[in-house]
């Protein structure tokens, strides 16, 4: 029988949608979930913890070191746990990436990253090669499993659950190496790339940064994240950071727009888990086509601005 | 200051990689290969730190078969000074990877190791984060904007709820992110000159490092292919389907 840890990441006092999921992921694996909360004052986070569907305990670690999710601070408190445990599951988003490698190395267990399917308690799936390639692993049951869950493939349980809370202290040596300063909040007018239902990208035929505004507007419109192809970033026409790719970001949205696109081998790595996928594209024989659920093949300065008005 | 900087031979982003029929991996023999692209931005950032005068030597590794000399060249040209050569036929996962690197960071007493946030072969995003654990040193990972002060570092990290900013003492590990710069060109000079600069071969064993257990690869798949959809002829088109789908 599985013991499974599950590592939450706490916004503001909140906890995080990706513990949801993440144990969703656990299930499969067969045994008792609890959850671990390190804040401050966990409390709150706490209390939403022991609702999540699936979850026997939650384990309330309160210490002021806690504040900002630091992986040096948490590392020592986490490997305290994980003795206890047959698996320590971390969200594969930036908080789980950071420290489950953290936690892997001082444990000396090879990681497994991204989980995409459960096979029994030590066999799972997870993506190569941006997607394009799935690894069947096996990992070894002992010390412990240490791994990280890709949020795009379960599922979020329900949140009618009522398992016990435990307040816990750990004995553990926290560094002081490593300090908070700041944290600039993402820009809130636009949803987040990676966690948008719906993202708008535009490609090298936009043409121009100022042409690129007709992506702005668009996805504006139908409340949609932005993004662009390598090329239209290689051109100047955003930064970096919108760039949609294996390189870049990869997404997994309900409704993909991939607007003057051609659909490189690279940008397609990146958005291959969306649900549906509209391409509209000039060039009948673009690549992107042979992906797309719906194609539509003309001059995107004439029919993204009526799509827009028709939506 | 030294700056170590971590640099992984992996199939070319342009490439599309097959799987092998027999589900043994994916095909790599005569494809195309270069410098993960996430540890050229971690190249780049070094050489810009040595041309502000921060970093005075930067030291190039990798972990890998012969081959891998060739991205060892590639760093050179970029600006590496020299670079260590851990020599390993068989394939290397991410903890045993961090360990022989670590121990080179170590035996250079290096101030700085940077290398990208991961390769994009086995995607795992590990390596720089178990450097920092195996040598009890701070991390900070995805860094969009790296500022040198005297002992310490100030790292602006691109994570999901925005752009976080952490001070570290070094020495430190980076793991760089897209946003961080754009990488130069090699310029032919460079890559004549980067001939001639020397590779210190080492070996795990000569690092001292064991192979671990590690995963076992059961096999590689090809994942469910996206069918081609249905070309639609107008905007009006479009949205009745997209209206039928119950997507608007």
Do not use: W
Not at chain 1, 221 to 231: H, N, P, Q, T
């Amino acid at each position: 029988m599985s013991k499974i840890l599950i590592i939450a990441d706490i916004h503001g006092g909140k906890l995080g949608a990706a513990v949801y999921k993440t144990v969703a992921a656990a299930g499969p694996i067969g045994g008792e979930i609890h959850i671990a909360v390190f804040a401050v004052d966990g409390a709150a986070a706490a209390a939403e913890a022991a609702k999540v569907e699936g979850v026997s305990k939650v384990l309330q670690i309160d210490n002021p070191a806690n504040e900002h999710e630091m992986a040096a601070v948490l590392t020592p408190q986490i490997v305290a746990l994980a003795k206890d445990y047959t698996h320590v599951l971390f969200a594969g988003n930036t908080f789980g990436k950071d420290i489950a490698p953290r936690v892997a190395a001082k444990l000396d267990v090879q990681q497994v990253s991204d989980i995409m399917a459960v096979h029994s308690a030590t066999s799972f799936d997870r993506p190569i090669y941006a997607g394009n390639a799935i690894c069947t692993v096996e990992a070894p049951a002992a010390p412990c499993i240490v791994a990280t869950v890709r949020l795009a493939s379960f599922q979020a349980v329900g949140d009618s659950g009522s398992a016990s809370v435990e307040s816990v202290s750990i004995s553990a040596e926290i560094p002081t190496h490593t300090r908070f300063v700041s944290l600039e909040a993402a820009s809130s007018e636009r949803p987040e790339l990676q966690s948008a239902t719906r993202v708008v990208s535009g490609g090298r035929a936009l043409g121009s940064e100022e042409k690129f505004k007709i992506i702005y507007n668009f996805a504006d419109k139908i409340g949609a994240g932005v993004g662009a192809s390598r090329a239209a970033v290689d051109s100047g026409y955003c930064p970096n950071d919108m760039q949609v790719g294996q390189t870049g970001k990869i997404i997994a949205p309900d409704l993909y727009f991939a607007i003057g696109i051609s659909g490189a081998i690279q940008h397609l790595a990146g958005i291959k888990d969306a649900g549906t996928i509209v391409a509209i594209n000039k060039d009948e024989d673009a690549p992107i086509f042979e992906v797309a659920d719906f194609g539509l093949v003309g001059d995107l300065f004439q029919l993204v601005p009526e799509l827009q008005e028709k939506l | 200051m030294k700056a170590l900087v971590s640099v992984k031979r992996a199939v070319d982003y342009n490439v599309r990689i097959q799987v092998k029929p027999d589900g043994s991996g994916v095909v790599t023999d005569g494809v195309k290969h270069s410098m993960n692209p996430f540890d050229e931005i971690a190249m780049e950032e070094a050489v810009r730190l040595k041309e502000k005068g921060v970093v005075t030597e930067i030291i190039a590794v990798t972990v890998g078969v012969k081959k891998c000399e060739e991205t060892l060249r590639s760093a050179l040209a970029f600006g590496a000074d020299r670079a260590v050569h851990v020599l390993e036929e068989g394939a290397v996962q991410p903890l045993t990877a961090a360990k022989a690197l670590a121990a080179v960071f170590k035996k250079e007493e290096a101030k700085l190791f940077l290398c990208g946030k991961q390769a994009i072969d086995d995607d795992a995003n590990q390596t720089g984060q178990m450097i920092a654990s195996l040598l009890d040193l701070p991390q900070a990972t995805f860094a969009s904007k790296i500022v040198i002060e005297g002992e310490k570092a100030k790292v602006t990290r691109e994570i999901d709820a925005g752009l976080e900013t952490l001070e570290v003492d070094l020495p430190a590990v980076i793991t760089v992110d897209l946003r961080l710069n754009e990488p130069r060109y090699l310029k032919l000079p460079d890559i004549m000159k980067a001939k001639k600069k020397a590779i210190d071969p080492q070996s795990l064993e000569s690092l001292g490092v064991s192979a671990g257990a590690g995963l076992k690869i059961i096999k590689t798949s090809n994942p469910p292919a996206r069918t081609k959809g249905i070309m639609v002829k107008t905007v009006d088109e479009l949205v009745s389907a997209l209206k039928n789908k119950g997507l608007v």
